[in-house]
């Protein structure tokens, strides 16, 4: 990205969070630099109780994510760093996210056209060794994870209806 971090820079920064974050009871969703002129470090987070992340669970992960970068210094330079939740709609970024949400619709665009096209959009069917297979109008592809560029969850009513069993499951309400 530019003259700062690559994304291989934003991996290292993951290692080096990554104990920390869980060991306070979250994931790492994901890590990307947003805005190439204002620097800004999006973290994503999720509870590891599946509870939703609430605004003092990013205030808390910002501050010990704060100090580990502050004394590590992996970011050149000035930057703003963004706490977040990973919304409803999430980014699939690990092979095991699309374990998770086997079942559900998801948008995934790859870094070179596969069967023709780049992007596609359908249900996730599994994952085979590295491979993402996806129910896309009635017929199925084989997406190698490796050329996935960007994917997220796609909102459906099916979608909402299992977020709310997964919040009432961890004990929550919704208000």
Same mark, same amino acid.
């Given at each position: 990205?530019?003259?700062?971090?690559?994304?291989?820079?934003?991996?290292?920064?993951?290692?080096?969070?990554?104990?920390?974050?869980?060991?306070?009871?979250?994931?790492?969703?994901?890590?990307?630099?947003?805005? +190439?002129?204002?620097?800004? @470090?999006?973290?994503?987070?999720?509870? =590891?109780? #599946?509870? &939703?992340?609430?605004?003092?669970?990013?205030?808390?992960?910002?501050?010990?994510?704060?100090?580990?970068?502050?004394?590590?210094?992996?970011?050149?330079?000035?930057?703003?760093?963004?706490?977040?939740?990973?919304?409803?709609?999430?980014?699939?970024?690990?092979?095991?996210?699309?374990?998770?949400?086997?079942?559900?619709?998801?948008?995934? +665009?790859?870094?070179?056209? @596969?069967?023709?096209?780049?992007?596609? =959009?359908? #249900?996730? &069917?599994?994952?085979?060794?590295?491979?993402?297979?996806?129910?896309?109008?009635?017929?199925?592809?084989?997406?190698?994870?490796?050329?996935?560029?960007?994917?997220?969850?796609?909102?459906?009513?099916?979608?909402?209806?299992?977020?709310?069993?997964?919040?009432?499951?961890?004990?929550?309400?919704?208000?």
């Amino acid at each position: 990205m530019g003259k700062h971090i690559s994304a291989n820079g934003t991996k290292l920064i993951e290692k080096l969070i990554d104990p920390s974050i869980i060991d306070s009871g979250y994931d790492v969703v994901r890590v990307q630099f947003l805005d +190439e002129r204002k620097k800004t @470090l999006q973290i994503m987070i999720e509870r =590891r109780d #599946r509870r &939703s992340v609430t605004v003092d669970d990013c205030a808390a992960v910002s501050r010990i994510v704060s100090t580990l970068l502050d004394v590590e210094d992996p970011v050149p330079g000035r930057y703003t760093l963004e706490v977040s939740s990973p919304g409803i709609d999430r980014p699939l970024v690990k092979v095991g996210d699309y374990e998770r949400y086997t079942g559900f619709e998801a948008a995934v +665009e790859t870094n070179r056209p @596969l069967d023709g096209r780049k992007k596609f =959009r359908g #249900r996730i &069917s599994g994952v085979e060794g590295t491979s993402i297979r996806m129910e896309c109008e009635g017929e199925y592809a084989e997406l190698p994870f490796e050329e996935i560029r960007r994917a997220s969850l796609v909102i459906t009513d099916e979608l909402i209806e299992a977020a709310r069993r997964e919040a009432s499951a961890a004990g929550q309400t919704e208000h």
